[in-house]
């Protein structure tokens, strides 16, 4: 496996170049003064520094070793301890955490960035700090003071961890049917009772203490989803003097044994009356989830590109070396049996995919990335209604599309490799197998869809799909002549976006199958659309500095691959949404 070398230039490309981000920050409250482009570059080289060179090194040997259960205590593999001490000294548990309780401070934009380096390092041990920021997210919108102040400062500091649990063995998506009981008691506290499953780093030996979230119904709770509350339970107790104390019965029943991500502890939880306390109010605690859920949505995406971001760079580093065959055209090594594998067409149009749409997902994470800091930081409320609103549509995409082409820009990496691939040392198939979950949980990709297509689309009446598709009229409206080649299919993909959304509004009216029918291949369409304005946006700028270096000339070669050979995917996504529900229902449930 090639040694990871964290994406700087391209990550400076994006945020400086293309979206200038600098500009954003300045018009910002609780920014201007807290970021600027000097800041973030030294952020995010360290950041890489720490990935590439302290838990890169771990990820073959902690994935054949894996975690270990014995009667409820889970140790993870060989030198993860040391390097969450080191990333946790390092300050980058709270990178995006609120300064009053000790975070960083950084903008999402920036801490998106440090999550692909982390996630491309090892997606196994970057589950531990990405599941503690997100419960650190919800207890600082929803928590009381008390609850912030006492568990905050910890969390970001690496001291403490957080866990989100949700899933029961007979309720994964439809949460309103989960049977976690929490009782209240006289001092304000809550008894939570019941069994959560595929709880992501439930227990470990990376920290003194975890928090877990826990949804839970109380025993006058209204049925379904409307009935549910949010509980913060510690694996220990915490004095008033922020010293531990007891033991919370709080359990790990076992570890799961995965496809992949075999270091990070998948873990059945049992909690027995465990003290616990309510994060927000009474029977609202789906709300209060959703505020992590949603970053953490984001973050899952960003895994897909992180993994495709590792496997993109071993298979340029194989294509390089690999002798095998004569290019068509002719010996181009001369002196050599054989000719790299990189001149040959086939590894050529693997890697080309690979590259534009890890560099176009780099780009549309991050502008989603900035619509989540204009939420939470303008003090204006149409522009911050408009982010939020921004944030909603494009969530589900970019879960679900980063980590589909994720999981397939994967694959091509394996592939390049032959039956090199296929082996366990060179790295890729480990790759494979950790990058398959990201398209499952967080919400399936299918689910994703329903959300996109059901709630974000039909449900606003267009509403928000407008606002992202006014935006791109606007910049296509507004472009030169000079990006005509780019401008013009970007104006027919959305056309055929259009068409396609204008389509499923309507057929959904007297049909509600045609939601659930329309959902993947749509959002297909919508990501393959929405990369291609990225791809656009790129242009623009490679185009004023072609003659600068080398780089933008790549990114003008890869912008162009990219709508000669992967935008056309439209159509095909297009013809299958237009098909309609009929053909899922031929058959009866026995003829299956």
Known sequence: MADYKAPLRDMRFVLNEVFEVSKLWAVLPGLAEAVDEDTALAVLEEAGKVASKTIAPLSRAADEEGCHWDNGVVRTPAGFVEAYQTYAEGGWGGVGGDPVYGGMGMPKVISAQVEEMVNSSSLA??????????????????????????????MYAGVWAGSMCLTEPHAGTDLGIIRTRAEPQADGSYKVSGTKIFITGGE????????????????????????????????????????????????????????????SSTCVMNFDEATGYLVGEPNKGLAAMFTMMNYERLGVGIQGLASAERSYQNAVEYARDRLQSRAPTGPQAKDKAADPIIVHPDVRRMLLTMKALNEGGRAFSTYVAMQLDTAKYSEDAT????????????????????????????VHGQQIFGGHGYIREWGQEQLVRDVRITQIYEGTNGIQALDLMGRKIVGSGGAFYKLFTDEIRQFTASAGSELGEFVKPLNAALDDLDSLTAWVLDRAKGNPNEIGAASVEYLHA???????????????????????????????????????????????????VKAGSESLYLLDAEQF
């Open 125 to 154: 041990f970057g589950l531990y700090p990405m599941l503690t920021a997100g419960a650190c997210l919800s207890i600082n919108a929803h928590a009381s003071e008390e609850l912030k102040e006492k568990y905050l400062p910890n």
């Open 204 to 263: 470990h030996d990376l920290t003194e203490n975890i928090i877990h979230l826990v949804l839970a119904k109380l025993p006058d709770a209204p049925a379904g989803p409307k009935g549910i509350s949010l509980f913060l339970v510690p694996k220990f107790l915490v004095n008033a003097d922020g010293s531990l104390g007891a033991r919370n019965p709080a359990n790990c029943g076992s570890i799961e044994h995965k496809m992949g991500i075999l270091a």
């Open 383 to 410: 522009t911050r209604k408009r982010a939020e609103d921004l944030v909603a549509l494009l969530t589900p995409v970019a879960k679900a599309f980063l980590t589909d082409v994720g999981f397939e820009t994967t």
């Open 526 to 576: 919508f990501g393959y659309t929405a990369y291609a304005y990225m791809w656009a946006l790129m242009a623009r700028t490679a185009l004023d500095k072609q003659g600068e270096d080398s780089f933008y000339a790549s990114k003008l070669g890869t912008a162009r691959f990219y709508f000669a050979r992967l935008l056309p995917r439209l159509q095909s996504l297009s013809a299958s």
